[in-house]
């Protein structure tokens, strides 16, 4: 299905599958950016949320690869910006957002009647 476009529109299937291993955190990761999307933009377009900081992904010749981090004061504004701007379009794109995996400290199982956050 990737590529495909309905009306004249792209089609991005996407799923989780084990959404309950990305715990909230204070950063956003923040996919599907345009290329033409810089860091400031990306930044002002989270500040009405508590957004502190914005970073755009780029590879060694510092083009950007179309994803980003945001980072926020609490885990509280994150979730509240995450919530608040689904669905949200910059430059032209409808960007996928979700908490940011912390890859140097994974994400435990969950076990039964044990919360971890």
């Not at 950063?27 to 810089?38: A, D, G, I, K, Q």
């Not at 914005?54 to 995450?82: C, T």
Request: aromatic share 8%; hydrophobic share 35%; proline share 5%.
């Amino acid at each position: 299905m990737k590529g495909v476009e309905i009306n004249g529109q792209k089609l991005f299937v996407e799923f989780e599958r084990n959404p309950q291993r990305i715990c909230p955190s204070k950063t956003l990761f923040v996919r599907n950016l345009s290329l033409r999307t810089s860091e400031a933009s990306l930044l002002r377009t989270f500040e009405g949320h508590g957004a502190l900081s914005a970073m755009i992904s780029k590879n060694s010749n510092g083009d950007p690869l179309g994803y980003g981090f945001v980072q926020f004061d609490s885990i509280k504004a994150a979730e509240s910006a995450r919530n608040a701007m689904k669905d949200v379009e910059i430059d032209g794109k409808i960007l996928y957002i979700d908490f940011s995996r912390n890859r140097k400290h994974p994400v435990p199982e969950k076990s039964p009647g044990k919360e971890t956050l």
